[in-house]
């Protein structure tokens, strides 16, 4: 038996690819972005329901994660996001894995390889319209088209680009990227480059902007059931797919003016009863909820008490008199009409649902639940 465990509700990420799919044109087609094992939640199994699904296009950050879902059987185009090395190019061509493209050095490569393989290699050019972050800047993609116009075998099939700041309420700085992506695509007419694909709409992009939908959008954190942020003009109906559970190894009594855990940061100040659960920070449960989080055992909620150690926690159950040794506890995720969020965990520990999910979704003991494809593992 497993002292701690992470479940996955493929269902609910269905629901929530459905959630994205509701929201766009027949015309806009859906990348999903399972880059960094799918936020935590599994690439592989993840991909496949959402290939059933319709997913045009799969988005992740790096050549390897492209290659594994290749290997496992994915036919999807693939978007590495943050492009590819040059020992890769020849991989990345034929096995259909475009790269993220914003160096010509890099399109040389992929022109040399494509050459060799007497095809072409199909490119995204990434420009950055205000991020700041990767991309070819707009004042110089004149001339990196131009760069291009020599590579006959490089093909542009997409162009794009990423908000910084689409999940904010105030949405000016959005429709300025807008505005620099439109005038983009101008250059791209003017210099008679055909484009199967524009895109910019992550999640948030995908809810609040439908002027960013383009023929292609980008969810990522919308699909395993977290907004991107509470300030979203036309927030979704989302449902969480990870939930982290854990099994109570030991409840005991333990007298007033009793020190808990490292540090003793928290001494009870009466009479209480204190369970331990075989989760702390190695199982992606931030060491800041110390005397600040809870978790679900019984349906109800039990404080953090004390420091979150490696392997362990200590909560406060004298208010779950009936909690018990071997009682399932929740500490992501819902138990009867309780539930405890990414975003909860996250608000308390000043970062967003994101990070949480990447860090918690790392346990080996991972359990796929409602597979549509009987392929979830
Ligand atoms: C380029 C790019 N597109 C799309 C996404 C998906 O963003 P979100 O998870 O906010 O939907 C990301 C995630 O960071 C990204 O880097």
Redo the contacts with the bound molecule.
């Keep these: 038996m497993a002292l701690n465990w992470v479940e996955i509700d493929l269902a609910a990420l269905r629901h929530n690819f459905q959630q994205a799919k509701d929201r766009v044109s027949k015309d806009t087609a859906l990348?999903a972005?399972v880059?960094s094992d799918a936020?935590g939640h599994g690439m592989v199994p993840v991909a496949r329901e959402l290939a059933a699904m319709g997913a045009r296009f799969f988005?992740v950050?790096k050549f390897w994660e492209a290659m594994a879902l290749r290997e496992a059987g994915i036919t999807q185009p693939i978007l590495v996001?943050v492009g590819i090395e040059p020992a890769d190019a020849e991989e990345a061509v034929r096995q259909g894995i475009r790269p993220?493209l914003y160096r010509l050095d890099h399109a040389e490569m992929l022109n040399d390889a494509a050459r060799r393989m007497q095809t072409k290699a199909k490119v995204h050019v990434?420009v950055d319209t205000g991020m700041g972050r990767?991309g070819v800047p707009p004042g110089s993609l004149e001339s990196f088209l131009e760069g291009l116009w020599r590579l006959p075998h490089v093909e542009v099939e997409g162009v794009?680009s990423?908000f910084a700041t689409?999940?904010e309420r105030d949405k000016s700085y959005s429709a300025l990227q807008m505005e620099r992506f439109s005038q983009a695509l101008d250059l791209f007419r003017r210099k008679r480059i055909p484009l199967t694909y524009a895109h910019m709409a992550?999640?948030?992009?995908?809810l609040d902007l439908p002027g960013a939908h383009h023929q292609l959008v980008?969810?990522?954190?919308?699909?395993y059931g977290s907004p991107?942020s509470s300030d979203l003009h036309h927030p979704a109906d989302l449902k969480p797919v990870m939930s982290l559970k854990a099994r109570v190894v030991q409840v005991k009594s333990v007298p007033q003016g009793h020190p808990i855990g490292y540090g003793r940061t928290f001494t009870t100040p009466h009479a209480m009863r204190i369970a331990t659960v075989p989760v702390g920070y190695d199982d992606g449960l931030p060491r800041l909820l110390s005397n600040k989080g809870s978790v679900l055992i019984r349906g109800r909620r039990a404080p953090i008490v004390g420091r979150v150690s490696m392997n362990m926690i200590t909560v406060d159950v004298s208010a779950v008199p009936d909690a018990h040794e071997d009682d399932e506890v929740v500490v992501l995720g819902s138990q009867g009409t309780e539930r405890i969020t990414a975003d909860e965990i996250a608000s308390l520990c000043g970062t967003i649902s994101?990070e949480i999910y990447c860090s918690m979704g790392k346990n080996p003991q991972r359990v796929f639940l409602n597979a549509s494809t009987g392929l979830a593992s």
Excluded: C, E, Q
């Design positions: 990348l972005v880059k936020y988005g950050s996001l993220a990434k990767l794009f990423h689409a999940d992550n999640s948030a992009g995908t980008r969810p990522g954190i919308m699909l991107p994101y």
